[in-house]
């Protein structure tokens, strides 16, 4: 082998280890972006896990004081049928007390602001925490996307040092992108893309 082709033989070895060193970076970003993106997905599935259990949880209190309600309502009506009926004064002043009091127990059962356990106030955290739910299960489904992207840019990045198809190393490139476009989409927007 001449002095030239050793020349040019090194020369070409330096190339490639630089340009193995590119692509080791391009790996090393990827999996940065790619923990960044799991630890917000598991975040906000457990943000989702939670807040579906808290608005189960909040319209099963609902359905409970509304059976109450219903309850104490049906057993107001009920005591006017007794009131109509009755004679005696005494008993009618009586029977008058307890459906002022049944009536009052149901419009507590209705709306109860001081406590936040009416119905309307149980019925409006509910929905919210379904909002919170939703908004989380969209970052959730954006992140797994974001990380399927760096996860197969790893992938051919890898495959880029075996091979040396730079072409790889360029496709690589463009899914880090979409993977972090993915994840600014969950972080900021995570309704602007219908993934479900």
């Known amino acids: 082998m001449s002095a030239h082709e050793s020349m040019e033989h090194a020369e070409h070895a330096e190339h490639a280890s630089g340009s193995n060193k590119n692509i080791a970076l391009l790996i090393a970003v990827l999996a940065l972006f790619l923990a960044i993106s799991e630890t917000l997905g598991k975040g906000a599935q457990t943000e989702s896990i939670s807040k579906n259990v808290e608005a189960s949880n909040l319209w099963a209190f ?11 309502q049906t ?91 730079l072409a790889l190393a360029y496709v690589s490139g463009l899914l880090s992108v979409a993977g972090i476009v993915m994840t600014a989409l969950g972080l900021w927007w995570p309704h602007l893309l219908h993934l479900h």
């Open 62 to 72: 609902f359905q409970a004081k509304s059976i109450r309600r219903t309850v104490v």
């Open 75 to 165: 057993a107001a009506d009920q005591g006017k049928l007794t009131l109509g009926a009755a004679t005696d004064d005494a008993i009618k002043a009586a029977a008058q007390k307890q459906i002022e009091d049944w009536q009052k127990t149901a419009a507590r059962y209705r709306s109860e602001p001081e406590t936040g356990e009416g119905t309307e106030q149980l019925a409006e955290k509910a929905k919210h925490a379904e909002h919170e739910r939703d908004e989380a299960t969209a970052k959730y489904h954006h992140f797994e996307l974001a990380s399927a992207a760096f996860q197969i840019g790893i992938v051919l990045a890898s495959a880029t040092i075996i091979t040396g198809m």
